[in-house]
């Protein structure tokens, strides 16, 4: 079984500073992690993945994310926050040989100007 | 690359009627598609996994004869609604995975279609 952990429905950060959104995943076997961002009304855009290979992942639109095995954590980064980073941020476990998702609840952002 | 269209975006229906939402891959062939529901404010929730050419597999507790799901051909996969009814007003996003790729490849997200049933 598999699952995911996010803390924080909601998380406010000021225009240019640093945005830390928090993933823990639950996985019997080594995962595979992903970051979508959805803006209202839209399906989800993939931001970045870890697939086992470098543990340090760097995306779209500057966020970056680190597989961290022995805190089960994959935690979604970005040095300086910009308004338009305002959305819905979900994390994603899966494994080889599994097609099927497993989504967090995810994390509302909202950028204060 | 990778885009995946839905259609339509938004539809209203009358109470009793049925309603079909199509999920087309533009740029690549997708031998598995998936359809999920998402409520306001809450994440999403697998509905069924959709292969070409074989019939869809549903998640547990979810009516196979009320969402019918027909996946034709590689890069078309369709979700009916069948007599639908208010509680079946939701976001419906579907996604497909390329061709070629391992299970759990990436998969790519629609853009959601919002049904509203009056």
């Known amino acids: 079984a598999q699952s995911v952990t996010q803390l924080g429905s909601h998380v406010s950060v000021s225009e240019g500073a640093l945005v830390l959104l928090r993933c823990n995943y639950s996985?019997?076997?080594?995962?595979?992690l992903f970051w979508y961002v959805q803006y209202p009304n839209q399906g989800l855009q993939l931001l970045l993945k870890?697939?086992?290979?470098?543990?340090l992942v760097k995306g779209i639109n500057g966020f970056e994310a680190e597989f961290k095995k022995s805190e089960t954590s994959f935690h979604l980064t970005k040095p300086s926050a910009h308004m338009s980073d305002a959305a819905e941020y979900f994390c994603a476990v899966t494994n080889f040989g599994n097609e099927k998702l497993t989504f967090g609840t995810g994390t509302r952002l909202t950028i204060i100007p | 690359g990778a885009v995946v269209s839905q259609h339509p975006s938004w539809v209203i229906c009358k109470s009793g009627t049925s309603v079909k939402i199509e999920c087309r891959s533009l740029?690549?062939?997708?031998?598995?598609m998936f359809w999920y529901r998402q409520f306001p404010k809450q994440s999403l929730m697998l509905m069924a996994t959709?292969?070409?050419?074989?019939?869809?597999?549903?998640e547990q507790g979810v009516e196979k004869d009320k969402f019918l799901i027909n996946h034709a051909s590689l890069t078309l996969s369709t979700l009916t609604v069948t007599s639908a009814h208010p509680e079946d007003s939701s976001f419906y996003i579907c996604s497909a995975r390329a061709m070629g790729g391992g299970k759990a490849d990436t998969q790519y997200f629609g853009p959601g279609t919002r049904l509203t049933v009056l």
């Open positions: 996985s019997s076997v080594p995962p595979y």
């Open positions: 870890y697939t086992s290979a470098a543990t």
């Open positions: 959709s292969n070409e050419g074989s019939k869809a597999t549903y």
């Open positions: 740029d690549f062939q997708a031998t598995t």
